[in-house]
């Protein structure tokens, strides 16, 4: 690009501008004119109508619109997150938290997908492009891919419940840091409380490590059975490559497959797949 502004009547300049934006992580248009959403948040805003908890414990109401420091945004989470009673109520919360940075970029929250009585759940890392616009977690590729795994073991998303680390997508889709998972990870845990699966499956590093508290790689601990403690459960959770590496490692499948039998095995003798 030679100088200034590339002009939109030349379409080898357009294609460079649109490129340049993709390689950015600008890869959706969500308005037709330019729309400063950070100017947006800084507003006042209307506050949320979230159902109201009750009894002795119950939280102060959360009025913050500003970026929240991370002590802050812990304790919040904390509060918000132990208050729900089920999980519309935790999505409630969620959708009004304001202590992670990636809902200013985000074009609604993820939270989750499938059966929420299911004995199965999984959780990824984070939403992508595709989760983003559409509000469920795994509906892109690498979604498509989960659906034919969870077929080859005689699963859908009737058996199953999906969610993700972090709900809301990171910009570029570049891995969650580890300040927004912890942000996060009080509605995490809370949802895997009121899921309450007989088997969690945790899909990738960012999961598995989030969830497990574990620092080895995924390659190291793929395929093996850890315990997840909840408030009231060990449950018997499995680390699996996830669908999306498996989409640009395709010869790894094979090992995605092994873990899927292990997977099978344990669903039958706890009896997970009926709801
Ligand atoms: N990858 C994830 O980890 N989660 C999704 O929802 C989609 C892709």
């Not at 059975?225 to 669908?243: C, D, N, R, V």
């Not at 790894?252 to 899927?260: I, R």
Request: aromatic content about 6%.
């Amino acid at each position: 690009m030679s100088s200034g502004n590339p002009s939109f009547e030349d379409p080898k300049a357009l294609a460079w501008l649109l490129r340049w934006y993709a390689e950015a992580g600008v890869d959706v248009a969500l308005d037709p004119e330019p729309h400063d959403r950070f100017a947006d948040r800084a507003m006042p805003r209307k506050p949320v109508d979230i159902p109201k908890p009750q009894g002795p414990e119950a939280p102060k109401a959360q009025a913050a619109t500003v970026p929240l420091s991370s002590e802050a945004a812990a304790q919040s989470a904390a509060e918000a997150a132990a208050s729900a009673r089920t999980l519309d109520e935790l999505r409630a919360r969620l959708d009004a938290f304001e202590g992670c940075a990636l809902k200013a970029t985000a074009t609604q929250l993820v939270f989750a997908d499938g059966n929420p009585r299911a004995k199965i759940m999984f959780v990824g890392e984070a939403p992508g492009a595709d989760e983003d616009r559409q509000g469920l977690p795994f509906v892109g590729r690498a979604g498509q891919l989960l659906d034919k795994m969870l077929a080859s073991i005689g699963l859908d998303r009737r058996h199953v419940y999906i969610a993700n680390v972090v709900p809301w997508r990171p910009p570029g889709n570049r891995t969650p840091t580890p300040i927004e998972t912890a942000a996060c990870l009080p509605f995490m845990r809370r949802q895997i409380e009121l899921v309450s699966p007989k088997v969690l499956v945790c899909l990738g590093a960012a999961a598995s490590q989030t969830l497990l508290g574990i620092r080895d790689g995924i390659m190291r601990i793929r395929g093996r059975w850890f315990e997840y403690h909840s408030a009231e459960a060990k449950i018997p959770t499995l680390a699996m490559l996830h669908p999306a590496y498996l989409l640009r490692q395709p010869s790894h499948k094979k090992f995605a497959w092994q873990d899927l039998r292990e997977l099978a095995k344990i669903i039958e003798k706890v009896g997970a797949r009926e709801n």
